[in-house]
């Protein structure tokens, strides 16, 4: 084999490794199916509840998710057990001219009525918290209809609940999965490189195909190297949010998916990662910078408003945005199982366990080759599972001395 | 009935084969071949030297990295001696290497899988590899 091809194949099954191990942690970290419905099951039962009261504009109100929950994201906290699950209380019939403590008041009085959820209940400023010891907690927030938005979007209270502000859940979540639903173009000459060294099925590898799609698995990380970073410390109230990453990534990938060919998932990840800031609209509003990430599904709602009252968050954004960026493409330098490990504890928080988990996909399929005899040792690229000119079968053997 | 490979003959099958380039020489009967061996693109990259004399067993030796700096103060797995390092890759009551096998075809792929799970056992400190202890004959 050509010494260059040889590197060039053994750079791209690397990647292709890093990529399979990436998505493997997200399968550690991420809130499991029975987790979620559970969660769903939970808060179907509040509805219910919700719907079975005798006020009229409660009957008529729905509870659906939003946030990660709904986008697929969601990931387990570090520290403790509960992760969020964000619902909106629709009150479909519900004024514009509503005053929003009252309407967040028709919720908690209701909730207050039953004798299990009269005891887990939490007041927020803007919703109603109910607790799942040890599971997770239902965030409960009001909304009512936006007339003013053409998109179908609500209204939801104020941190003062003095008055309504504009969203779009609804709208977001189905803005969200057209993104994540692009498929990526990966240049077809590497593809084919790859092909004649049989590399596009070379196992052992776990599982080729993501088991998610690949935008969320990126939020997923990001998300994770965010939580990491952040935690117990006392800058965690400047940790950038969910929906800023979550938004940036989404119009990230879409250009990236859409706009460019990549030589594969790696590089498509962090060209994805790496394109995140070019969508933070910047402004200079009386001789100050003014960031705008607009929720493009309804007007009038900036998810970095926050920004603009303390410019600390945006600079927290763009650290952590370097840092997370740094974290994903120096893995690919790292050698050895037991360095790699190191780096998912160190950029993503993964404990002993969850590394250990995330590591057996590389070992498993060697395993379970070697038992039905089907291990190979291929030139270049070590043990695998489908021959290759110059490979040399595994022969049994059984590994001896103290 | 087969003759017992010569180190000259399995100097040839090292040679030859595409799994451990490198080089070697035999001298006074015994055979000495230095390769590197990566067991995937996530490892390390290992240089090994296989040593055999006439009738004798093969004996594999890490010589780069050193695996007891990288096992710290944990004690290596399934191996004769740890300064230098050899590995003990098959169990000779089982016949899994015998004089009449190559070892490009034995010892060189068992010491890909070795290593395989010798960088999980560090990452992880579980040896799954399985094998046998002196003792368990």
Known sequence: MHGGTAATLLVKRKKQMVVSLLDQLCQQIEVTESQYQSATSRYEAVGTWLAESTSPQLTRAKIYPQGSIALGTAIKPIGHNEFDVDLVCHFPDLPATSNALAVKMLIGNRLKEHGTYRGMLEEKKRCWRINYANEFHLDITPSISNPRCAQGGELVPDKLLAQWKPTNPKGYIAKFEQYATIQPRFYLAEAALAKSFADADIAPLPDQTESKPLLKRIIQLLKRHRDHMFVGKTREEFAPISVIISTLAGWAYAKCATQQVHSDAFDLISAVIKEMPSFIKVEIRSGRRFYIVENETTAGENFADKWNSDERLAATFFEWHKDALESIETLLSVEGVDNFSESLSKSFGANKEQVRDTVASIINPISNARITGRLIVAPTLGLVTTPVLGSVSVPNNTFFGR | ?137
Not at chain 2, 22 to 36: K, P, T
Not at chain 2, 63 to 75: C, D, K, V
């Open chain 2, 1 to 137: 009935m087969a003759k017992a490979l010569s180190p000259e003959q399995q100097w040839m099958r090292l040679k030859s084969s595409p799994i451990c380039r490198g080089h070697g020489l035999v001298r006074h009967g015994e055979l000495v071949w230095d390769f590197d061996a990566q067991p995937n693109p996530l490892c390390r990259i290992y240089r090994i030297q296989i040593r055999f004399k006439r009738l004798g067993s093969p004996s594999v030796i890490v010589l780069n990295p050193n695996l007891s700096e990288l096992a710290g103060n944990r004690h290596l797995p399934h191996v004769y001696s740890s300064t230098p390092v050899h590995l003990c890759l098959h169990f000779p009551k089982n016949n899994e290497w015998t004089l009449y096998k190559s070892i490009a075809d034995t010892i060189v792929p068992w010491t890909y899988l070795w290593l395989a799970y010798f960088e999980h056992w560090l990452a992880t400190d579980e040896w799954l590899g399985g094998g046998k202890h002196p003792g368990e004959e």
